[in-house]
């Protein structure tokens, strides 16, 4: 039997996935959270084995990157699966660059879902068609070619912090962290999708699965720089 970790926001989801993998036989669920590093920071103080697979939330709400959570969970030794909504190709394609195992649609069926489990957990690859659509369909995000590092400012400043607290956050300049807006800004006008505001860059991240829709942060203000 595997062994699983579930990481999601979502309690009722974590719960449902925990009863299918008893119901299933497919793995015992080992860990069960919130975060990618509330989950490290058990495996640290239980020294527990790592997980055969992690199954991810990919947009979590503690404001951890698609690519610092996946990138980590790679670094500990599991495989990641992607569980979550379809309609965040640009987000989904971060995470399988990142090095995730695979992706599964929270709409898709339960047993497609444990099915998905178990093939990665066996080690096989998860070819399927949210996969697929992330990794031929993805073409806004791909033509704005946003580095890592813009994305990351994009991300924090247009969820709704000022620029100077998103300079801290990531531990850089000011002035790097406002040269990349603009640089943000060049990339976007070059595709054909203008952000001359902060409430454009934010439809621009959400469009591109950089910020959760739920989690949005329009302030009648954001349009201010």
Known sequence: MSSVALIDDHESVRLGLEAACARAGVGEVVYSGATVRGYLAWRAATQAPRADVVVLD??????????????ALVADGSPV?????ADRPA?????????AAGVISKASRTDDVIA???TIAQGQPLENLEWASAVDGDHAFADAQLANREREVLRLYAAGLPLKAVADRLGIAYSTAKENITRIRVKYVEVGRP???????????????LVDERRRDARDDAGTR
């Open 81 to 85: 699966l992607i569980h979550s909504v």
């Open 195 to 209: 952000a001359p505001t902060k409430v454009d860059l934010l439809r621009r991240a959400m469009e591109d699965g």
């Open 116 to 118: 998905a489990i178990r």
């Open 58 to 71: 990919l947009m979590l709400g503690d404001g951890a990157t698609v690519t610092e959570n996946v990138t």
């Open 91 to 99: 987000a989904v394609r971060e995470a399988l660059s990142a090095g």
